[in-house]
């Protein structure tokens, strides 16, 4: 009874918000935005959590997670409403002159209901992951997609975004595109790539994680042709290490990346002679690279930065 009680004031509060939105148009502009909208056409898209039904060419996109922000930006779509990964953080620097007309709707992981229901989305975007709690409420508010998970699964999620904007063309496009730039990277590597050992770290503040396979910097790595170290060729995700496992952690080259300051490899492992003796390290093939991409990107555009980072490093 209180559960039911709960939904039914929520459900209130979105009516009268949206009507509050409504409030200041012309009854005329209201009667011909409502004529348009009987006018137009609509798709249903079948998703993790159910069904959409949407309206056909969407103007209005909400974007619940940083993968979906960087797809529908690729696709020609600039969305009302987008989150960060952390309150404090900006919208990400690989995309920042593309996010300037975006409103903060709160973090990916708690978004902002009441703002997202002032922005009116004709669709919004969400991942089962992140969201599946929230999906109601969502849903409550206007169309709501929501993809499995984000990550590995960047390339069908951008498929069922683009279905649901009307542009599986351009969709299409992008991912030949981006398949076109491996296949030449693995023919111009050839066998070295295959015999070349890639490890994947996140720094955190007290411990190291090992991105593997399942990961979305992990398949991007995989599809370039390159290999894991052994410890590292694993079907999961990650792996939490700490500086007892070091050797774990080489390779002939090591990635790393961070959303954290300070964090351990920048605060401890530059002084250990353990981290000091590992081979990657004595060979001066240890980088840096940006967790906005390698980490959070979770897009197309991501993906195909991460490719610029390794042409770059591994010519």
Not at 40 to 51: D, L
Not at 149 to 167: C, M
Not at 170 to 187: C, F, P, T, V, W
Not at 255 to 279: A, C, G, H, V, Y
Request: with cysteine; aromatic share 8%; net charge negative.
């Amino acid at each position: 009874m209180k559960n039911q009680l709960v939904r039914l004031l929520f459900f209130l509060l979105v009516i009268s918000m949206l009507s509050a939105c409504g409030s200041t148009e012309s009854s005329k502009n209201g009667e011909d935005e409502e004529k348009s909208k009987e006018d137009s056409e609509e798709i249903i898209i079948t998703h993790s959590m159910g069904e959409a039904t949407i309206k056909t060419d969407p103007k209005r996109v909400v974007v619940l997670d940083p993968g979906a922000l960087d797809n529908v930006l690729a696709l020609g779509i600039t969305p009302v409403g987008a989150p960060t990964m952390q309150l404090d953080m900006p919208f990400p620097e690989y995309l920042k002159d593309q996010t300037e007309d975006i409103e903060h709707i709160g973090t990916a992981y708690e978004p902002n209901i009441e703002t997202i229901i002032k922005l009116k989305p004709d669709v919004i975007f969400g991942n089962k992951q992140y969201h599946e709690k929230l999906y109601e409420q969502l849903e409550a508010v206007g169309p709501t997609v929501i993809v499995e998970t984000a990550g590995t699964t960047w390339k069908e999620n951008l498929k069922i975004q683009a279905q649901a904007l009307g542009l599986e063309d351009k969709a299409e496009k992008l991912l030949n595109d981006y398949h076109g730039r491996i296949e030449n990277y693995k023919s111009s590597k050839g066998k070295d790539a295959t015999s070349t050992e890639i490890s994947l770290l996140r720094a955190n503040t007290e411990n190291v994680m090992v991105y593997l396979r399942q990961s979305f910097s992990g398949s991007i790595i995989e599809e370039l042709g390159f290999s894991r170290p052994v410890s590292q060729q694993k079907d999961d995700f990650a792996l939490e290490l700490n500086n007892e496992a070091l050797p774990e952690m080489d390779g002939d080259y090591i990635f790393w990346f961070t959303r954290e300051q300070p964090n351990i490899i920048d605060s401890s492992f530059s002084n250990s002679p353990f981290w000091n003796n590992l081979e990657a390290v004595k060979n001066n093939k240890t980088f840096k690279v940006g967790y906005d991409t390698w980490l959070s990107g979770l897009g197309i555009q991501a993906a195909n930065k991460i490719i610029d980072d390794v042409e770059k490093i591994i010519e």
